[in-house]
């Protein structure tokens, strides 16, 4: 069995950094041979773009899912995210840390979807959801918050931040990843971490040998609700039985209304 893991953060020695050297050791002990994308000390460029694409479909006119599929076809994806696609490809799980920033992916993750998510490769129209490349394997998001688990609730100040994360997670499941539930760690760089409780042990610990619970358990954890492909009428639009997983994708337009 294969994991890849993907860590988007600056600083090796932040708690998102712990937790991947966790993801490391549990996985290892569980059985994967893991590989790792540290993406910021591989100075990953997240911008897409036509600096990428030295051999074009069309040399006038960058249009991104062209020349995406034209270097798929072409042998010519850049090295850098090939390199990426082929773990992709390789690993039977993916597991992601990233701290919320800004009520979304730190911009190098969403850069390494933009590139890595190469058109004609990994997805395209008759290869996605039910029959994306990716069926059968698994990815979990670990993600931390500075705000605390009562801003994050369904109800709080921030925003819920599992409704926050549905559309950040919903690419894993275009490309056919079964997605389980993310781990979200809340109040991180808080004054509750940072001055410990039950008995001493800070928030930190308590939540380091959560995540080692959790990654080495995986079977345990349920995944994310999605829609079949057959829940969808010929215009893609939800057919009336269907049944409602998430707000994103409902029966009735008037969900503002509580
Ligand atoms: C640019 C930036 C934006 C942030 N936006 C949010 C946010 O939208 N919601 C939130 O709860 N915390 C936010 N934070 C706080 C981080 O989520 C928090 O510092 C991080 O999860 C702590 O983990 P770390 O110690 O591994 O960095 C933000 C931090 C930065 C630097």
Known sequence: MKA???????????????????????????????SVSDLYA?????????????????PDSFHTQTEQRFSADNGTIPADVASEVRHLEEADLLVVHFPLWWFGAPAILKGWMDRV???????????????????????????TTGANED????????????????????????????????QIFHGVGGVAFMEGQEGGRSTLDIYSDEWTATISDLQARPSIAYNADSDFDDTKRL????????PFIRQNSDWHKG
Not at 42 to 58: A, I, L, T, V
Not at 117 to 133: C, K, N, P, Q, T
């Open 42 to 58: 591989m100075d990953f460029d997240p911008r897409e773009g036509q600096q990428h694409y030295p051999s074009r479909k069309d």
């Open 4 to 34: 890849h893991i993907l860590l988007a953060h600056p600083e090796p020695n932040s708690f998102n950094g712990r937790l991947l050297g966790i993801s490391k050791e549990a996985l290892a002990a569980a059985g994967y041979d893991c």
């Open 239 to 246: 057919k009336p039985d269907a049944p409602v997983y998430a």
């Open 151 to 182: 801003n994050c609730a369904f109800n709080g100040r921030e925003g819920d931040t599992k409704l926050i994360l549905w559309p950040i997670l919903f690419p894993f499941r275009y490309l056919g990843y079964t997605v389980l539930e993310p």
């Open 117 to 143: 998510f190469v058109y004609g490769r990994l997805y395209r129209s008759e290869m996605r959801y039910d029959a994306g490349i990716c069926a059968g394997k698994r990815m979990i998001a670990c993600v």
